[in-house]
Nanobody
């Protein structure tokens, strides 16, 4: 069974940066598009970004130009570099592929 473990969340001031990591167990990671989603308190989970097996990235309008998704298939890891963070970026961030979800990592943007 595939397991996903997100890390790298934390408390950051507006304008700050964080890099999230998502490490997957198993050997099928490289075969899948991997996505990041986030969920703010009281809101529905929303798409943030995804990266294809070939490294093509796609972003939601709300994070485009501020976030960068990347992957290292040799390490079964996907990253989400988040710059110029805003209050509205606060939430729990999840990675997912192939129907598998991690437990999430909390990002709080606060002054």
């Amino acid at each position: 069974q595939v397991q996903l473990v997100e890390s790298g969340g934390g408390l950051v001031q507006p304008g700050g940066s964080l890099t999230l990591s998502c490490v997957a167990s198993g050997s099928i990671f490289s075969l899948y598009l991997v996505s990041w989603f986030r969920q703010a308190p009281g809101k529905e989970r929303e798409f943030v970004a995804h990266i294809s097996t070939g490294g093509d990235a796609y972003y939601s309008d709300s994070v485009k130009g501020r976030f960068t998704i990347s992957r290292d298939n040799a390490k079964n890891t996907v990253y989400l570099q988040m710059n110029n963070l805003r209050f509205e970026d606060t939430g729990t961030y999840f990675c997912t592929f192939g129907g598998n979800w991690g437990q999430g990592t909390q990002v709080t943007v606060s002054s």
